[in-house]
Structures are given as C-alpha cells and as structure tokens.
C-alpha cells in the first residue's frame, strides 16, 4: 500500500480489548514458533511476520517438512499450514485467548505436531494462562484489518529504510512479547549487556540503534513509532529529530525517540515524514556513537539530497 491519506486512524480506546486478545494470540503462535525453531542471533528466531494477508510465523521446521501459523487478518481466520498439504482453519471473530489456544493445539495435535511452550503471557501486567483466559475476545475485526493495513505500509517503509545500509541489520519484524513491528542497525562493535535478563542479554551482544511501532499501551497511549540507541551516547536527547511533532522522552534509565502515527498519517507525505524520522534518529545515534555513516551508508542513497 502507497502512503497516501488514506491510512487510517488507530485510536487505542477504541480497540485496546481487541488488541489485547491479537496481542495474547500472537504470542501463543510466538511461543511454538520459539519452540521448534533453531536458535538463531538476537532472538530472530521467535519473530513475527507481516504478509500479504496478515501475519506469519513463517515456515517451521518439523520432521522432513514444515508447518505455518498465519493469521488471515482479511478473513479473519488462524490456519494452520503444512508442507504436507493440511489446512486448519479456526474463524478468530468472537473467540477468546483460551479458544484459540486449545484449537490451535488440537489441530498441531492433529496433525501430529508437538510443541512443549509454557502457556501463559510474556510480560504482560496480567498473568492469566492462556486455556484459562476468557476474558480477553476478538471483538473487532474491523479494527484488526486497520491495524494490519498500517503494518503493511510500515513494513515497506521499514524495508526502504533498511536498503539505505549496508550493515547488519535485522529483518523487519514483529516481537510478539512487545507487540511492536521493529528494524534494528548493527554499528559491528560489541556492547555486551551488563546484568539484566537472559533475553536482553541476548538481544544486546553488539552496538545498535532500534525503530519501531507499536499500537499503543499503558505508558504511551496513541499509536507511535519509536528509536533508540543501545549503549546510549551521551547527549543523546539535546539532537534534533524531524520531523516536527518528534520528540525525545525519558525511557527507563535512557532516551527514546518518539514520532506519533498520527502526526505521520495527517502529513501530506506520510512516507516522507517517516523516513525523515527514522533517519533523524539514526544520524543522532550514529554520530554521537562515533559509527563510521559514510562507511555503513549504500552508496545508491544520497542523503535525501
């Protein structure tokens, strides 16, 4: 989908009971997917996809072939796909985190699939396990299908922002713990993380300067895209950002860089305001951290000039 005016509004209060039960949804899918894939650097085995008609986890390999777990967010439908040839179908509007969990399981069981994940939230300010929760239900597909369509438009703004480098980077992607569709810049200098837990310490071997979007949640409660910088130069929140309607805020004991959607979605070129604010972000980042920019930058982007 082009950025045009046509990207619609997201407003947490409208949906946050829908994106709670998507959320848990995604992390039952997550945690298989987890489960059964070979490890792989920064966690980038557990993540997420977005596709051409909602999200993925992508081929999982089982035996001699393969399954996927997508969630159709046009049909509104999770299928269970396998290299085999089945497909499994379970219709999402109307249904809660412990329907799908204990379909889903049937049809893997089904088709003799086995994956051991522990079936309750990641990091979430409840603690529910997922056979049990009825509390939380896809009531709103329309506000689903919104949401997918503006990850659709993030992921090739994302993908265009990710070709300007020609370092490391990750893949554009979706960390179903955080809810959040994320690209990462590698500088290729460690930066071991000190403390913390095994995830972060994981996440954080090397130098990096992180974008994202997220719908929303208890501390920053309309739609933002956000950037940071792991380990934080210091003086990072005096740089500019762009463009207007950016700024930086205290994020734990560091700095985040926020842009809201909504200031992106009303500009007159809500690509060109993205990409304006990503690149911010990283020059801020990456000059302060002494990366070596000319070095790292495709020799095809020319600055924006």
Partial sequence: MSATNGLPPLPLAEWEDT????????????????????????????????????????????????????????????????TAGARRSIALPGISVADLYGNLFAALDAEGITARIKPEPYDLQFDTPFPDDREHVYADPAAVNRFWRILVWISGAFARFAGRFTGKTTPVHLFWHSFDLALTRFSGRAAPLVGG??????????????????????????????AYAYPEPEGLRQQRLEPGGALWVERGNGSLALFPYEAARMSADPDTALLAFL????????????????????????GGK
């Fill in 279 to 302: 690149e911010s972000a990283y020059q801020a980042g990456a000059t302060l951290a002494g990366w070596d920019i000319e070095a790292l930058r495709h020799p095809e982007y020319d």
């Fill in 197 to 226: 837990n095994v995830v972060g310490r994981e996440a954080y071997t090397h130098e990096v300067i992180s974008f994202g979007f997220w719908a929303g949640d208890a501390n920053v409660r309309d739609p933002a895209f956000y």
């Fill in 19 to 82: 994106k709670t039960a998507l959320h848990l949804f995604f992390q039952v899918a997550g945690k298989v997917r987890l489960a059964l894939m070979p490890p792989q650097n920064h966690w980038w085995h557990a993540t997420l996809y977005v596709d051409a008609r909602g999200v993925t986890t992508r081929l999982i390999p089982w035996s001699q072939g393969g399954f996927e777990i997508r969630f159709d967010l046009i049909d509104h439908r999770a299928e269970l796909l396998t």
